[in-house]
């Protein structure tokens, strides 16, 4: 399984950015698929997860309420819409495909992409 993930960039403050991971090889469909990120100094946390089927996603409490993760399976992508950004928000973000549910742990995960760079300005 190979993961893509591209969208990051720079935004100001209260902006919003759409990132996209594309997967090729094995059955995106059957698969739960996250998102993390990773700041500076900091461990990778989590923040955003989707069920095989796309009707089940959990978030992290700092994220409810601005991001949406969602996915399209004829597609092999899984997406997480940012909106509301605040400089915080700045880390490279990674997809990965998860096992399990609930997915909010990075033991759960087999398979990364590279990441992409969020930086969000004040």
């Known amino acids: 399984v190979q993961l893509q993930a591209s969208g990051g960039g720079l935004v100001q403050a209260g902006g919003s950015l759409r990132l996209s991971c594309t997967a090729s090889g094995g059955t995106f469909s059957s698969y739960n698929m996250g998102w993390f990120r990773q700041a500076p100094g900091k461990e990778r946390e989590f923040v955003a997860a989707i069920r095989w089927s796309g009707g089940t996603r959990d978030y992290a409490d700092s994220v409810k309420g601005r991001f949406t993760v969602s996915r399209d399976n004829a597609k092999n992508t899984v997406y997480l819409q940012m909106n509301s950004l605040k400089p915080e928000d700045t880390a490279v973000y990674y997809c990965?495909?998860?096992?399990?549910?609930?997915?909010?742990?990075?033991?759960?995960?087999?398979?990364w992409g590279q990441g992409t760079q969020v930086t969000v300005s004040s």
């Open positions: 990965g495909k998860g096992r399990g549910w609930p997915a909010g742990r990075i033991i759960q995960y087999d398979y």
